[in-house]
Nanobody
Framework: QAHLVESGGDLVQPGGSLRLSCATSGVTLPITAVGWFRQAPGKEREGVSCISTRDGSTHYVDSVKGRFTISRDNANSTVYLEMSGLETEDPAVYYC????????????????????WGQGTQVTVSS
């Protein structure tokens, strides 16, 4: 059973919206943070957003603030990334990540080895 399973990637027009989902039911141990990374062709992987499972605090990279919203549904063990105002710099494979120890502030830096990665879901923005 996969630990993290993403879904929701699609082709949208500039300015459009998408909701990505990350099912975390495959993770049986307690986790401190669930987040999203993205990687576009030829670019480095980038931490996009994260939500703390301890206090529910949310964190975003500057380029998506005001456009993306991360949330979690504990009943369904799912974390969502609502994306609006999608721009030409947003297309990438989006990966769900989770860690058992690290806080969001460290997770998003992308320098630590994280405990769980999903397989990714493709987001394409094109007219």
């Amino acid at each position: 059973q996969a630990h993290l399973v993403e879904s929701g990637g699609d082709l949208v027009q500039p300015g459009g919206s998408l909701r990505l989902s990350c099912a975390t039911s495959g993770v049986t141990l307690p986790i401190t943070a669930v987040g999203w990374f993205r990687q576009a062709p030829g670019k480095e992987r980038e931490g996009v957003s994260c939500i703390s499972t301890r206090d529910g605090s949310t964190h975003y990279v500057d380029s998506v603030k005001g456009r993306f919203t991360i949330s979690r549904d504990n009943a369904n063990s799912t974390v969502y990334l609502e994306m609006s105002g999608l721009e030409t710099e947003d297309p990438a494979v989006y990966y769900c990540v989770a860690d058992q120890v690290l806080p969001c502030t460290v997770v998003l830096r992308g320098v630590a080895e994280l405990d769980y990665w999903g397989q990714g879901t493709q987001v394409t923005v094109s007219s």
